[in-house]
C-alpha cells in the first residue's frame, strides 16, 4: 500500500491540461480527413475506395454539379482515400475532436463541382476539372501536337459517344497514320 | 505428412468417406452423421484434441446440404508432464458431416464432449438445425422474441438489411434460467446493464446466504449481424475493417485471424516483414489489453490507487500503438497480401524507449501490488477453474493457463514471424483469479520482448505482395491468431466474385464463458464481479454471433457447511461491497 504511494510520490502529476491546452498527437496520426476543394478533381477515386462508404461522388438533382460528399460519422480513419488521391486533395490530418453537438449535419462536408456535358449529345458525364486534368497530364506525356488536339476533342465525349465515334472512325474506310 | 496419423487412426473407428486437405496443417474428414460424435470424442479425448470452432454453413448451393465443420485443434491433452503432441504434428483436423435439408436434425456432440454445447445452440438459431440430445435447447445468439421460424444465416432467409419487429415487453418470452432446486434460494440478477460490467450481458446468481450456488448467464444483447452483413455486401478489402471492430481492445487480432484465413484458402505467403508488424501490433495489443485487465482487477476489488497506476503504465502502451499505426485503436492496417503501413526507424527507436518505460513501471507496479495482502486475499482462491473443467470446455487464453494448461496457439501452431521467436509460454497451477493475473503478468513481459525480438530480426522486405489473386470458390480455411483473451478463430469459405461464401468468425471469449458457471460455484457474492472481470470478458465480441452446463440439472445441491468450507470467508457483509 505504502509503495504504492511511493510510486506516485515519483510520478508526480502525469495528466495533461486539455482542453485548456493543445493535446499533441504523434506524427503520421491518422485523423479526420481534411479536404482540399481547389485540389479535388471529381474522379471518384475515393468513393470507389473508402470501405465504409463515408465518401461518395455523385450528381446532384438537376446534375449542375458534380458533388463529393464525406460523411465523418462514418468514416473509420483508414486513410484509403488518402492512399488513391492523385491529386492529394484528400489527406488525413491531426485533427481529431469530432463531437458536434445535435446537428448531425455538421459532421458532413461538400464540395460542389462544375460538370462537363458532353460535347456531342450535351449529356452529363464528369468534372470539368477531371477533363482538364487529364488533358494536362497527356500534355506531359510527349504526345504530339496533333494527337493532342484529338485527346482533346475525346475527353469532352462521355463514354457512350466515345464508343459511337470510335467505332464510326475504324469503320468508315479513312486511313489512318499512327503518329 | 501432418495430420495423417489421425485421420489414419479416425478411420479404425469411424468411416471417413472423404479426405480433403486445405493446406499443411489442416485436414477436412467427411464422416457420417451418425458417426459425428464417436467422431469428435474420439479426436478430443482419446487423439488429444481441443475444440477449436464449429462451423454450420448452408451449403445446398453447392451440394444440397447442410454442413456442420467441427474443427479440432490436436495438440495433446496437456493434464500433465508430457501428455502433449510432438511439436511438428501439432495440427488441425475437422471433422465434416452433411445434413440433410428435409430432416434438419443431427446427433448432439455435447454429451459427450461438453464444449460444443454453445456452438450446438447458435446451430439451431442461425440455421435451424436441432442437435438431437442435445440437454440445453434454449436460444443462444438471438432474442427471444425473434420470430420462430426465421433462421438469418441461411442464404435464401432473408435480406441483411431486415429487422423483424420487436414484441412489446409483455409479449416477449421469458427466458428460463437453468436454478437449481432446493429451499432457501435467492436469485440475485447482475445486469444486463450493471455498473461493473463495461457491456450488457445479464448473470443470474443462485445464492444460500452470500454464497453463490450456481450461476446461469444470458448474453448477446447486442448482436451485430456481422457475418451476414460480409456475406451479403464486403469484398475482401472491406471485410478486414470490419473484423476489426468485432472487438474494442483485440481487434488486430480478429483482423489479422479473418484476412489469414482467405490467404490460407488460396495459399498466399506474404513478406516477412509484413508478418513482423503484424506480430508487433498483435503484441501491442496484448500490452494494452492485459493492463486494462489488470488494472481493473484491482479496481472491482476497490484498490483505486493501483488502478490508476496501471492506467497510467497502460497510457504509454496506448501511445505506442498511435506511433507504429496511426490510430490509438483502430488501426486499419491489415490488407490481403500484406500490410498497407510500414514502420519507420525513428518509430522504431522511439517504441524501444517507450517499451523499456512500460517494462519497468510494469514492475515496480505490480511488486507493490503484490506486497499489498488485502489484495491478495481477494485474488487467491476465489473463481477457481478446475483442470478436469477446462479439459471438458476447452477454454482458451489466460483463463486455462492459469489452471495449468500449457495452452497457447503462438507456441503449439506459431503462425506468421512466430516460428522466428523465442517466447517462454506462461503458464501457472492454482486456476483461481490470482493465478490468471499472474499469467497476464508474465505475458506482458514477453510480450515486450517478443516486440523487441520482431524489430531486431525483421528483413527489409516489401510489406505488400502484388495483389492480384484469385479466390477460389468453395475454398475454406482456419485461421488463429492468439489474441489477449485466447485465440481468435475465423473460418472462410470464399465465394464467387471475390467475396465470402460464410465467414464464421469465433472470438476468444466465446470458448471462455461456457465454463464461468464452474468458476461461480461456491464463492462469494462480493466476488462475483471479480470473478467475470478475470475471464476478460469481451460481451459483444462474442455477440456477434452463447453456454450453460447441461449436467447441472443433475447436479446436487451441496450443504450450506461444504460451501461454507469451500468458500473463503469475509469480514464485512458481502452485500455492502456487492458494488
Not at chain 1, 446532384?60 to 458534380?66: A, F, Q, R, V
Not at chain 2, 469428435?40 to 448451393?61: A, H, K, Q, W
Not at chain 2, 448477446?220 to 451476414?228: I, T
Request: aromatic share 10%; glycine share 6%; with cysteine.
Amino acid at each position: 500500500m505504502m509503495k504504492l504511494l511511493d510510486i506516485s510520490k515519483k510520478y508526480g502529476e502525469i495528466t495533461h491540461k486539455y482542453p485548456f491546452e493543445p493535446y499533441k498527437v504523434s506524427d503520421n496520426f491518422r485523423g479526420k480527413p481534411a479536404y482540399i476543394f481547389d485540389l479535388c478533381i471529381g474522379c471518384a477515386a475515393c468513393g470507389i475506395a473508402c470501405p465504409s462508404n463515408a465518401i461518395t461522388v455523385q450528381f446532384n438533382d438537376d446534375k449542375s454539379k458534380l458533388i463529393w460528399e464525406f460523411d465523418c460519422g462514418r468514416c473509420i480513419f483508414c486513410g484509403r482515400c488518402d492512399e488513391v488521391c492523385p491529386t492529394g486533395a484528400i489527406k488525413l490530418s491531426e485533427e481529431f475532436e469530432l463531437a458536434v453537438k445535435f446537428d448531425k449535419s455538421a459532421l458532413i462536408q461538400r464540395g460542389e463541382l462544375d460538370t462537363q456535358y458532353c460535347t456531342t449529345c450535351h449529356k452529363p458525364f464528369s468534372a470539368k476539372r477531371l477533363v482538364k486534368y487529364s488533358f494536362e497530364c497527356l500534355s506531359k506525356a510527349n504526345v504530339s501536337e496533333k494527337r493532342l488536339e484529338e485527346a482533346k476533342n475525346y475527353l469532352c465525349m462521355c463514354p457512350t459517344c466515345k464508343k459511337t465515334a470510335t467505332v464510326a472512325t475504324f469503320t468508315g474506310g479513312k486511313e489512318m497514320v499512327i503518329e | 505428412m501432418k495430420c495423417d496419423k489421425f485421420i489414419e487412426a479416425l478411420g479404425t473407428r469411424v468411416k471417413i468417406l472423404e479426405v480433403t486437405r486445405q493446406c499443411d496443417d489442416q485436414v477436412t474428414a467427411l464422416v457420417e452423421l451418425n458417426d459425428l460424435p464417436e467422431a469428435v470424442r474420439f479426436l478430443y479425448y482419446d487423439m488429444g484434441g481441443y475444440l477449436t470452432t464449429m462451423v454450420p454453413n448452408d451449403e445446398r448451393s453447392i451440394n444440397k446440404h447442410y454442413a456442420l465443420y467441427y474443427a479440432l485443434s490436436m495438440e495433446g491433452g496437456k493434464m500433465f508432464a508430457g501428455d502433449e503432441i510432438a511439436q511438428d504434428e501439432k495440427c488441425f483436423v475437422t471433422i465434416k458431416t452433411l445434413i440433410s435439408p428435409d430432416s434438419l436434425v443431427f446427433p448432439s456432440v455435447t454429451p459427450l464432449v461438453p464444449a460444443c454445447v454453445w456452438y450446438e445452440r447458435e446451430a439451431y438459431d442461425m440455421f435451424g438445425l436441432v442437435a438431437e440430445g442435445l440437454p440445453d435447447k434454449r436460444r443462444l445468439v438471438l432474442s427471444d422474441d425473434w420470430p420462430d421460424n426465421l433462421f438469418p444465416l441461411r442464404k435464401d432467409a432473408m435480406d441483411y438489411r431486415y429487422r423483424p419487429d420487436m414484441k412489446d415487453h409483455y409479449m416477449e418470452p421469458e427466458y428460463e434460467f437453468l436454478r437449481p432446486e432446493g429451499s432457501g434460494i435467492i436469485d440475485v440478477p447482475l445486469g444486463p446493464l450493471h455498473i461493473t460490467a463495461d457491456e450488457p450481458g445479464h448473470f443470474r446468481l443462485f445464492c444460500d446466504g452470500d454464497t453463490i450456488i450456481d450461476a446461469d448467464y444470458r448474453l448477446f444483447y447486442q448482436h451485430r449481424g456481422m457475418e451476414k452483413l460480409a456475406e451479403n455486401r464486403m469484398n475482401y478489402d472491406q471485410m478486414g475493417y470490419l473484423a476489426e471492430r468485432v472487438c474494442g481492445i483485440c481487434g488486430y487480432a480478429h483482423a489479422i485471424a479473418c484476412i489469414e484465413a482467405a490467404e490460407k484458402a488460396i495459399n498466399l505467403e506474404i513478406p516477412a516483414r509484413a508478418q513482423a508488424i503484424r506480430v508487433i501490433c498483435s503484441e501491442i495489443e496484448r500490452l494494452h489489453s492485459h493492463l486494462l485487465n489488470i488494472g481493473l482487477a484491482c479496481e472491482v476489488t476497490g484498490n483505486y490507487n493501483a488502478f490508476m497506476h496501471i492506467f497510467r503504465i497502460r497510457e504509454y502502451s496506448m501511445k505506442l500503438a498511435e506511433l507504429v499505426t496511426g490510430g490509438r485503436k483502430t488501426y486499419g492496417n491489415v490488407v490481403m497480401g500484406g500490410l498497407r503501413r510500414d514502420i519507420t526507424g525513428v518509430e522504431i527507436k522511439e517504441s524501444l524507449r517507450i517499451l523499456q518505460i512500460i517494462e519497468t513501471q510494469v514492475d515496480e507496479v505490480w511488486d507493490a501490488v503484490m506486497d499489498d495482502k488485502r489484495q491478495m486475499s481477494r485474488w487467491k482462491g476465489v473463481g477457481i477453474l478446475d483442470k478436469q473443467v477446462a479439459r471438458d470446455f476447452s477454454p482458451v487464453g489466460p483463463n486455462i493457463r492459469g489452471s495449468g494448461i500449457k495452452r497457447d496457439t503462438r507456441y503449439d501452431h506459431p503462425y506468421d514471424f512466430f516460428k522466428q521467436i523465442q517466447f517462454d509460454v506462461a503458464v501457472v497451477e492454482g486456476g483461481d483469479v490470482f493465478a490468471r493475473e499472474m499469467v497476464r503478468y508474465m505475458e506482458l513481459k514477453s510480450s515486450v520482448s517478443i516486440i523487441r525480438q520482431c524489430f531486431e530480426l525483421m528483413p527489409q522486405t516489401a510489406i505488400i505482395v502484388d495483389p492480384t489473386f484469385h479466390v477460389k470458390p468453395e475454398n475454406y480455411a482456419l485461421a488463429y491468431v492468439e489474441a489477449p483473451r485466447g485465440d481468435n478463430v475465423h473460418w472462410i469459405m470464399q465465394g464467387s466474385a471475390q467475396k465470402v461464401f460464410r465467414w464464421r468468425c469465433r472470438a476468444a471469449t466465446y470458448n471462455n464463458w461456457p465454463s464461468l458457471r464452474f468458476q461461480f460455484r461456491g464463492n462469494n457474492l462480493a466476488d462475483a464481479a471479480l470473478i467475470v472481470c478475470s475471464l476478460d470478458p469481451c460481451y459483444s465480441c462474442t455477440e456477434r454471433v452463447t453456454v450453460v452446463d447441461i449436467k447441472s440439472k443433475k447436479s446436487k445441491i451441496l450443504t450450506n457447511a461444504d460451501l461454507k468450507n469451500f468458500a473463503r470467508t469475509q469480514k464485512d457483509s458481502p452485500l455492502k461491497d456487492l458494488r
